[in-house]
């Protein structure tokens, strides 16, 4: 995969030295030339100092060729002019724009602009460990709309069913570890003592989980 990733701080720099370490073709942009530096003699992927939103400086970097584009400068307004270039004129297929205020977040999602907003995340994850600290978030999606969770399976849960832990459109159970071994349960599949259970739930259901795993009694 051919990216091109704008905004060398300590996002973009973490983001294109992870997607070079998976053999990415990756380009950096960025307009200072000490934030490019950090990236390290070892990087392997392209440098290109000018400013992200530029036409010539995304052609420089490959912009034309590129199957993903990921805005990450600390402006939210040179992430969104950006990544608006890159979609609608050079038709990047995969856009991300990294913003700060999450109402611009929501403006810019309507309009078919895909964008994470580290501000909204980090309050979401924050509210997720200070109210759910028996549970062990591993990964969120959207502005914390949706959480992976693993856990271990509880005393009330044993031998009952995934169906009896499944909720339509809310909470799912995509897989089970037993004795090390990780499985795609059926929704006839009975928990045993010492099954980890890793379930998807939306932010709005996660009261409704613990309830059924009666996490709330005594609280």
Aim: with cysteine; proline share 3%; hydrophobic share 45%.
């Amino acid at each position: 995969m051919k990216v091109i990733i704008m905004g060398c701080g300590r996002v973009g720099e973490q983001v294109a030295s992870l997607m070079a370490q998976e053999n990415h073709e990756v380009a950096v942009i960025d307009y200072d030339a000490n934030a490019l530096a950090r990236l390290g003699e070892s990087f392997r992927g392209l440098k290109v100092k000018g400013v992200g939103f530029d036409k010539d400086v995304l052609i420089e970097a490959g912009i034309e060729q590129a199957d993903a584009f990921a805005a990450t400068s600390a402006s939210d307004n040179a992430n969104v002019v950006a990544a608006r270039i890159a979609r609608n004129i050079f038709h990047v297929p995969k856009v991300i724009a990294r913003l700060y205020d999450p109402r611009r977040a929501e403006i810019y999602q309507r309009l078919g602009l895909l964008t994470i907003s580290s501000t909204t995340w980090g309050a979401e994850r924050i509210r997720e460990l200070l109210t759910h600290s028996e549970l062990d978030p591993v990964l969120t999606y959207g502005s914390g709309d949706v959480s992976i969770l693993s856990v271990e399976t509880p005393p009330l849960l044993y031998g009952k069913m995934v169906k009896h832990l499944s909720i339509p459109g809310q909470i799912q159970v995509f897989a089970i570890t037993r004795q090390g071994q990780a499985f795609i349960p059926l929704l006839g599949t009975e928990f045993q003592r010492g099954d980890t259970i890793h379930l998807a739930i939306l932010a709005s259901s996660m009261e409704r989980f613990k309830d059924l795993l009666e996490l709330n009694t005594g609280g």
